[in-house]
């Protein structure tokens, strides 16, 4: 019997006021390419590249039908994070990961303003893997 790769949508998050993206968010593709060696199916929604705001990122979260979402919390973007991560609590049923700064140093207060089921600190590429392994 063939094992069905769990489904995990990654997330950058759109910033206010910031329009056109500098570059691609690389904790993020390196995160994507470690789950992928390990046999998880990875959606990147991508906010500043594909331009979408808060409402087209949940909807496109959704659609991709996975059941584990992370998404990067920074200073710059914890607003909107809160709310995609509010958004979703009434739509979808999946867990909900943060990672990046804020997830590294203020984890506990990060967990509790955004209502997500955990979080990873610091370098997070092999201890997301470990965490959603168990």
């Given at each position: 019997?063939?094992?069905?790769a769990?489904?995990?949508?990654?997330v950058?998050?759109?910033?206010e006021?910031?329009?056109?993206?500098?570059?691609?968010?690389?904790?993020?593709?390196?995160?994507?390419?470690?789950?992928?060696?390990?046999?998880?199916?990875?959606?990147?929604i991508?906010?500043?590249?594909?331009?979408?705001?808060?409402?087209?990122?949940?909807?496109?979260?959704?659609?991709?039908?996975?059941?584990?979402?992370?998404?990067?919390?920074?200073?710059?973007?914890?607003?909107?994070?809160?709310?995609?991560?509010?958004?979703?609590?009434?739509?979808?049923?999946?867990?909900?990961?943060?990672?990046g700064?804020?997830?590294?140093?203020?984890?506990?207060?990060?967990?509790?303003?955004?209502?997500?089921?955990f979080?990873?600190?610091?370098?997070?590429?092999?201890?997301?893997?470990?965490?959603?392994?168990?």
């Amino acid at each position: 019997m063939t094992q069905v790769a769990l489904k995990v949508v990654l997330v950058n998050p759109p910033q206010e006021g910031r329009k056109v993206p500098s570059f691609e968010n690389l904790g993020i593709g390196y995160l994507a390419a470690v789950l992928r060696r390990n046999g998880f199916h990875v959606i990147v929604i991508d906010a500043m590249l594909e331009e979408l705001d808060v409402k087209g990122v949940v909807n496109k979260i959704i659609q991709a039908g996975a059941t584990l979402l992370g998404i990067s919390a920074t200073q710059a973007v914890f607003g909107n994070v809160a709310k995609i991560v509010s958004m979703l609590r009434e739509k979808w049923s999946g867990a909900i990961c943060l990672g990046g700064h804020l997830a590294t140093f203020y984890d506990k207060r990060a967990l509790e303003e955004t209502n997500a089921d955990f979080a990873v600190r610091k370098e997070g590429e092999y201890p997301f893997v470990s965490s959603i392994r168990s």
